[in-house]
């Protein structure tokens, strides 16, 4: 077993109530928003949109996974067990858009069918 990091765009309340009002930009959720769409086009751009939210602090380290292989991470960040599962933050289900790190500081992200360096 390897223990991955699990890393997740997450808004604060402030930032989900200027959102709601609809007075200024959130940067947080502009780019959480640009991962979204850059999943439809080529790695390139996740790979540009992603590295930038990670430079920016856009992401969280919300949890560390004991598992066998980025496949795995999914499954135990989905269904469990609880167990194998260390939260750091309040931690949403494995979904796109969320990075996966090695201990060895190779970084995935999580796409609509499979996975991204």
Same mark, same amino acid.
């Given at each position: 077993m390897t223990s991955f990091k699990v890393f997740q765009?997450?808004?604060? %309340?402030?930032? %989900?109530?200027?959102l709601a009002e609809g007075k200024f930009p959130v940067p947080k959720e502009q780019w959480r928003k640009r991962i979204q769409v850059a999943m439809d086009e080529d790695a390139q751009s996740i790979d540009k949109y992603v590295s930038h939210a990670l430079e920016e602090g856009f992401y969280d380290? #919300? +949890? $560390?996974? *004991? &598992?066998?292989?980025?496949? $795995? /991470?999914?499954? #135990? @960040?989905? /269904? @469990?067990? *609880? *167990? &194998?599962?260390?939260?750091? +933050?309040?931690?949403?289900?494995i979904s796109v858009g969320d990075v996966i790190e090695y201990d060895d500081g190779w970084r995935y992200v999580v796409l609509p069918s499979g996975f991204a360096p």
């Open positions: 765009i997450h808004l604060s %309340y402030l930032q %989900y109530t200027i380290h #919300v +949890a $560390d996974i *004991e &598992a066998t292989d980025l496949h $795995d /991470v999914f499954r #135990v @960040g989905n /269904v @469990g067990p *609880e *167990e &194998a599962i260390t939260r750091h +933050a309040p931690m949403h289900s």
